[in-house]
């Protein structure tokens, strides 16, 4: 079955230190790759996305994801954390050309300040 | 506000009732998405509407659930005769898509369902 797999449930760091959060997919084709974000209480955001071109893709917040086509990765990383990054992140794929967009299990991160 | 608006944020229910959200788009999005989501997990996809039409469904959406989208602009999801196992935040979703694919979904806060 197609699936989308974030291998850390929940990571605990302290500020300034570095973090890279995993996600697997399972689909075979093309594929747009997303990071989502959910803060305590609001709802999921848009942190970065991968539709085509430079597999490195850059979004919010000094988040950055690196799209890995042969190991069918998309994994996130931040350089220096900080406790305001303290949320569950949520890895996403959609299938080109497919609207089912199917989401990880999620990774709970807390930044101890 | 202009995002994806969902009412009510909260509903407790009875076992064996029907409940309906509601779910208004960001306004110029033809795309709509439902999602259910446990405490735990993921999003699970649930249903999608491109303008009024329904266009894919989960087969995690029982015949208990129906989904709605009549003018192409708000949705509604109703469940019948409701279950414990109901019990999930409900979030609705909506993009600008086209043939070649969907841009990002934007997220609206959810429906907390409970079911007594």
């Known amino acids: 079955a197609q699936s989308v797999s974030q291998h850390n449930h929940h990571v605990i760091l302290s500020e300034a230190a570095s973090l890279e959060l995993g996600c697997n997919y399972s689909y075979g084709g093309t594929v747009n790759l997303f990071w989502y974000v959910q803060y305590p209480g609001q709802h999921l955001q848009l942190l970065l996305k991968y539709f085509s071109g430079d597999p490195l893709v850059k979004g919010i917040k000094g988040f950055e994801a690196e799209f890995i086509k042969s190991k069918f990765s998309f994994n996130l990383r931040k350089p220096s954390v900080q406790w305001s990054d303290t949320a569950e992140y949520f890895c996403a794929v959609t299938p080109y050309n497919n609207n089912d967009m199917r989401f990880g299990a999620g990774t709970r991160l807390t930044v101890k300040p | 506000d202009t995002g994806v608006s969902q009412d009510p944020r909260h509903k407790i229910t009875k076992r064996g009732q029907n409940v309906t959200f509601r779910c208004d788009p960001i306004s110029e999005h033809n795309r709509l998405y439902w999602y259910r989501q446990t405490l735990g997990q993921g999003p699970e996809f649930l249903t999608y509407?491109?303008?009024?039409?329904?266009?894919?469904k989960s087969r995690l959406l029982s015949d208990r659930f129906s989904a709605e989208r009549p003018k192409g602009s708000f949705s509604t999801l109703e469940i019948q005769r409701t279950e414990q196992g109901d019990s999930a935040m409900y979030l609705c979703?909506?993009?600008?898509?086209?043939?070649?694919?969907?841009?990002?979904?934007?997220f609206g806060q959810g429906t907390r369902l409970t079911v007594v």
């Open positions: 509407f491109q303008n009024e039409a329904q266009l894919e």
């Open positions: 979703a909506s993009s600008l898509g086209s043939i070649r694919g969907s841009t990002e979904a934007f």
